[in-house]
């Protein structure tokens, strides 16, 4: 029978992976995946993880199964990490996942057992596996306008006047912070103002935040987050260990359902155990248990927040650099938007075909909608990105 199996499109950004890997040239620069990079190229792991992995070696005594919602110790650190005390603990309903990417899926697995027709709002561009996972599920989607192409900011008139028209049983999806692919993100006003939009049209919002701690610090990048989760009657969380902690292999990531009262908890506690069970049972352990080892930990937390603010500061002078660099070669302005944009990421909004030319001359590796990661860069690479970028007449 699988004969009759089709080819299936391949993932743009781990085929772009593939491409780097193969191509021969020494002075190939890699701003593709979203992975990060400290200043010599190489993706560390971080102080505190590697305390907590030879605490952990010492102190575990088993490898038996934790909860089919992971280790509750889990859900607590991570509840409080993303929502602080924006809602009471009671009203929280979380399960471990299998990475970020497994909590999307999860999320979406669980849109669908609520509400079979709902339709899910995705900003345009968003991240492509979104689009991917939402197609394979048979779940419509429903693009709403996000970026500026002139600005390269958000287009915030557009975003607030396409997810109006969303309906009740819909869920509109949003990024946390850092937003994916674009690196363009909304003030605080404009989130109250998405938070005014959702309570009029009674939609469901799901936050996607996988970047937590790379935008404007652990605090900051989770204050949307909070405001939605402490205005709405319910939301959807879906975070991401995988770059704030590094721990990208060991697929670490939590959903959570928040709702107005503990009663609607025991039954959204109730499916996401449920999911997990069906999905793949329990969720996978070490990452986790790293984690929540850090998060309960005065020194290691210190260490590693020390550590994440390190990481977030690096990328906001590459970021820089990077602006003034092209500013320089251009004599115009026109790329300050890299030194507003936040996160890993930032558009470009060169053609293909620029991306290509970059590639091709250059040996520079970004997405095809010209995504670059930003901690793809160093003092020695900015440069020759910024002549390439105006080589190719961005
Ligand atoms: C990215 O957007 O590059 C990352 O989230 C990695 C991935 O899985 O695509």
């Known amino acids: 029978m699988f004969e009759t199996l089709k080819e299936q499109p391949a993932d743009k950004i781990l085929m772009l992976m593939q491409a780097f890997k193969e191509d021969p040239r020494e002075q190939k620069i890699d701003l593709g995946v979203g992975v990060y990079k400290d200043a010599s190229g190489n993706t560390p792991i971080m102080r505190a993880i590697k305390t907590a992995e030879q605490q952990l070696w010492q102190a575990?005594?088993?490898?038996?199964?934790?909860?089919?919602a992971g280790d509750p110790a889990f859900g607590d650190a991570m509840i409080r990490l993303v929502l602080g005390d924006a809602v009471p603990r009671a009203n929280v309903a979380a399960a471990a996942q299998p990475g970020g990417t497994g909590a999307v899926r999860q999320?979406?697995?669980?849109i669908r057992q609520a509400n079979p027709g709902a339709r899910v709002f995705v900003s345009d561009p968003t991240w492509p596996n979104h689009l991917s996972i939402l197609k394979h599920m048979g779940i419509e989607m429903v693009p709403y306008r996000y970026f500026d192409d002139d600005t390269r900011g958000v287009a915030f008139d557009a975003m607030l006047e396409d997810i109006g028209q969303a309906r009740k049983g819909d869920v509109v999806l949003l990024h946390g912070c850092c937003h994916n692919p674009t690196g363009a993100n909304l003030n605080i006003?404009?989130?109250?103002?998405?938070?005014?939009?959702?309570?009029?049209?009674?939609?469901?919002?799901?936050?996607?935040i996988a970047y937590q701690g790379f935008g404007d610090g652990l605090e900051d990048d989770a204050a949307a987050t909070r405001l939605i989760a402490s205005s709405l009657p319910e939301c959807l969380i879906a975070a991401s260990c995988s770059k704030n902690f590094g721990i990208y292999r060991e697929r670490t990531g939590i959903l959570m359902a928040v709702s107005q009262d503990a009663g609607a908890q025991k039954l959204n506690q109730g499916t996401l155990n449920y999911l997990n069970r069906q999905n793949f049972s329990f969720p996978p352990d070490h990452g986790a248990r790293l984690v929540t080892m850090i998060l309960n930990d005065d020194?290691?937390?210190?260490?590693?927040?020390?550590?994440?603010?390190?990481?977030?500061k690096l990328m906001l002078t590459l970021r820089e650099q990077l602006?003034?660099?092209?500013?320089?070669?251009?004599?115009?302005?026109?790329?300050?938007?890299?030194a507003q944009h936040r996160g890993m990421f930032s558009r470009l909004g060169a053609t293909p075909e620029q991306v290509e030319k970059?590639?091709?001359?250059?040996g520079i590796y970004m997405v095809g909608d010209s995504r670059l990661n930003i901690a793809g860069l160093n003092k020695t690479s900015v440069p020759i990105l910024a002549q390439a970028i105006v080589d190719a007449g961005v």
């Open 60 to 68: 575990e005594t088993t490898k038996s199964y934790t909860g089919l």
């Open 107 to 110: 999320g979406f697995d669980l």
């Open 189 to 208: 006003t404009q989130w109250k103002e998405v938070v005014a939009s959702l309570q009029k049209t009674g939609a469901t919002p799901m936050i996607d």
């Open 299 to 312: 020194a290691l937390r210190a260490d590693w927040q020390a550590e994440v603010e390190d990481m977030r």
């Open 323 to 338: 602006a003034s660099e092209l500013q320089r070669l251009s004599g115009s302005d026109r790329f300050g938007f890299i």
């Open 358 to 362: 970059m590639r091709v001359d250059h």
